[in-house]
């Protein structure tokens, strides 16, 4: 079965500190990961995704296959970055971990 | 960006009474759509996939008598929550998905609130 496990709930640093979002999942086929995001009052909205090897907004996540894991990672936090942070993984359909709330303070 | 709208964005309804839920693919069709309920604090949880003129396929544990999906064109899927109960009070949201080329994304509706009093 397919799971996505965000062990922080709750993830709170300082304006410039680095952050780094934790995602682990399960499933027994190629995985296919995304990071999306959720600003205050708006609406989910993809932020990256695996396949792409790209740097959104100034994350970046890479896949660990062996530690089967899909960290979301910024150097220098901004306080704009302050959102709901989902991971999720993709079989036919999304698969949603339980979301970590980032605060990045002044 | 390929946008999706919900309609309404917030209803309350009174115990009983049935409500349904537009969401909308505006600048692109769909052929899957996803349904979603977000519980407060908590993730999403997927209901069920709607394919356009096809039975939707429903998540285990939901009820899909309950949940009435119905896809009926490639920019339009409803949901419809019939003899709505105070427990069925949640935030919903649809996500259409689009497949171009090698990529496969969602777009997701800004959600509807539904309060069952």
């Known amino acids: 079965a397919q799971r996505v496990t965000q062990p922080e709930k709750l993830l709170s640093v300082f304006k410039g500190a680095p952050v780094e979002l934790k995602c682990n999942y399960s499933y027994s086929g190629s995985p296919e990961l995304f990071w999306y995001v959720q600003y205050s009052r708006q609406r989910l909205q993809l932020l990256l995704r695996?396949?792409s090897r790209e740097s959104i907004k100034g994350f970046t996540a890479d896949l660990n296959k062996g530690e089967t894991s899909f960290h979301l990672k910024k150097p220098f936090a901004q306080e704009e970055d302050s959102a709901m942070y989902y991971c999720?993984?993709?079989?036919?359909?999304?698969?949603f971990g339980a979301g970590t709330r980032l605060t990045v303070k002044p | 960006g390929a946008v999706v709208s919900q309609h309404p964005s917030r209803v309350i309804c009174k115990s009983g009474t049935s409500v349904k839920i537009e969401c909308r693919s505006l600048d692109f069709q769909a052929t899957t759509m996803f349904w979603y309920r977000q519980f407060p604090k908590k993730s999403l949880m997927l209901m069920a996939t709607s394919n356009e003129g096809s039975k939707a396929t429903y998540e285990q544990g939901v009820e899909k008598d309950k949940f009435l999906i119905n896809h009926a064109s490639l920019t339009l899927s409803t949901l419809t929550v019939t003899s709505a109960h105070p427990e069925d009070s949640s935030f919903y949201i649809c996500s259409a998905r689009i497949l171009e080329l090698s990529t496969d994304t969602q777009y997701f509706g800004p959600g509807t609130r539904l309060t069952v009093l």
């Open positions: 999720a993984l993709k079989n036919n359909d999304m698969r």
């Open positions: 695996h396949i």
